[in-house]
DNA sequence: CATATGCTCAACCATAAGGTTGAATATCTA
DNA sequence: TAGATATTCAACCTTATGGTTGAGCATATG
């Protein structure tokens, strides 16, 4: 049902890696911009940039409305629902790590360093 | 606070961008795995599957421990949560979204499919 | 109209990514 | 000890990534 249209979890994350395109999404979660302004935090040529929002946009995570001759784009934040909902798989596990270590931080307190706990990893 | 384990995300989402990874991971989830058994399901080389696991070790999603001759590889969530940290800004985004499309489909229900909405972008 | 502006495109370059193969290393086992 | 097993390493190949530059194309503006 979420994986409709929506593109693979592989473009998404490859969008993801880049922390320039990180930084542009970050500006259009503030509202639209267009390339030049996307661009302009970064001490790189006006194509550089224009790649990386191509590459925002094959993720779906950007849309682009040409007007005049300016190219607005726009933050589609769907896409990263479904990286989270990936991701959402492993929430248990990193939870269960930090209420281990919330156990052995209590234990701790009451044994006043008497027995060391033995820890989850064998 | 915000971009300040910026190298740590570029490594972990970039760990996250390949398929064959993505399930490996998955794999651990539900037990530790020796490299041989995490390549099993990959028509791929014992060779490549080692370089996945070093990409994961990299992102600190995997920690290896060498067991006679066999390399155990445990599931090590944490830099997940660290991912998740950052897509879970842009949650609101999504939320919005789909609050939009709530309302949406409500309208559409009391319209009983008279307009065809044209949705939230002109 | 002439020219500045906003942006893309194409060509090119260096490096990274993902795969292969063959050989090397270390450890179990008969 | 000999051989099978588990894995890495090094060299190599192909394609992708992220950047550059120079040219080209619409579109605003004096």
Request: aromatic share 6%; charged share 25%; glycine share 6%.
């Amino acid at each position: 049902m979420v994986e409709h249209m929506t593109p693979a979890l592989d473009v998404i994350f490859q969008a993801l890696t880049d922390g320039t395109r990180r930084a542009m999404l970050r500006s259009l979660a503030t509202g639209d911009r267009n390339i030049g302004e996307l661009a302009a935090p970064f001490d790189m040529s006006l194509a550089a940039a224009s790649k990386h929002v191509k590459v925002l946009e094959r993720a779906g995570l950007v849309r682009r409305m040409v007007k005049g001759r300016t190219h607005v784009c726009r933050l589609e934040p769907a896409p990263l629902a479904a990286a989270d909902e990936w991701l959402r798989f492993y929430e248990q596990f990193w939870n269960q790590k930090l209420d281990a270590l919330d156990a052995l931080l209590k234990a701790e307190d009451q044994a006043a360093g008497k027995h060391q706990p033995k820890g989850t990893l064998r």
